[in-house]
């Protein structure tokens, strides 16, 4: 587990989270099936995964949202890098465990870590929590 501190600048991680808004959830899976990815964040993705191919959603967590333990494996896409990047920062609970440990996160900080890694997110007291779920993918 990596954690990339600012990695995201505050008027990136709204821009997102603007273009989230009204969106509905997926079949209780907290994805946002439309959003718009600023040319910026883009680049940054492209960049860190290198020479990676990247996907990414952006995942919504309101009061009593969780994620259950798993793991990004998946044989159809060959994932080779997972990363959890934190768009807002008022909310509480929402911690996102990776193999047992507390990734500490603040807005615009994102952790990086292998698609074998069990990860979850526990379960949100209060607010919304919005991240950016990206993956690395030959």
Same mark, same amino acid.
């Given at each position: 587990?990596?954690? @990339?501190?600012?990695?995201?600048?505050?008027?990136?991680? /709204?821009?997102?989270?603007? %273009?989230?808004?009204?969106? &509905?959830?997926? /079949?209780?899976? !907290?994805? $946002?099936?439309?959003?718009?990815? &600023?040319?910026?964040? !883009?680049? *940054?993705?492209?960049?860190?995964?290198? &020479?990676?191919?990247?996907?990414?959603?952006? /995942?919504?967590?309101?009061?009593?949202?969780?994620?259950?333990?798993?793991?990004?494996?998946? *044989?159809?896409?060959?994932?080779?890098? %997972?990363?959890? $990047?934190? @768009?807002?920062?008022? !909310?509480?609970?929402g911690d996102l465990?990776?193999?047992?440990?507390?990734?500490?996160?603040?807005?615009?900080?994102?952790? /990086?870590?292998?698609?074998?890694?069990?990860?979850?997110?526990?379960? $949100?007291?209060?607010?919304?929590?919005?991240? @950016?779920?990206?993956?690395?993918?030959?």
């Amino acid at each position: 587990m990596k954690r @990339l501190e600012k990695y995201l600048t505050d008027k990136e991680c /709204q821009m997102l989270v603007d %273009s989230c808004k009204d969106r &509905p959830r997926v /079949q209780n899976r !907290f994805e $946002i099936t439309q959003f718009q990815l &600023p040319v910026s964040v !883009f680049k *940054k993705l492209k960049e860190t995964h290198k &020479p990676s191919h990247v996907s990414c959603t952006v /995942q919504y967590y309101g009061p009593g949202d969780s994620f259950s333990p798993h793991r990004d494996e998946i *044989k159809t896409r060959n994932r080779t890098s %997972s990363m959890s $990047i934190l @768009l807002n920062d008022n !909310f509480k609970g929402g911690d996102l465990m990776v193999e047992g440990t507390k990734a500490v996160m603040n807005k615009g900080d994102a952790t /990086q870590f292998t698609p074998q890694d069990l990860h979850w997110v526990t379960g $949100i007291w209060e607010g919304e929590r919005y991240v @950016l779920s990206v993956w690395g993918y030959k």
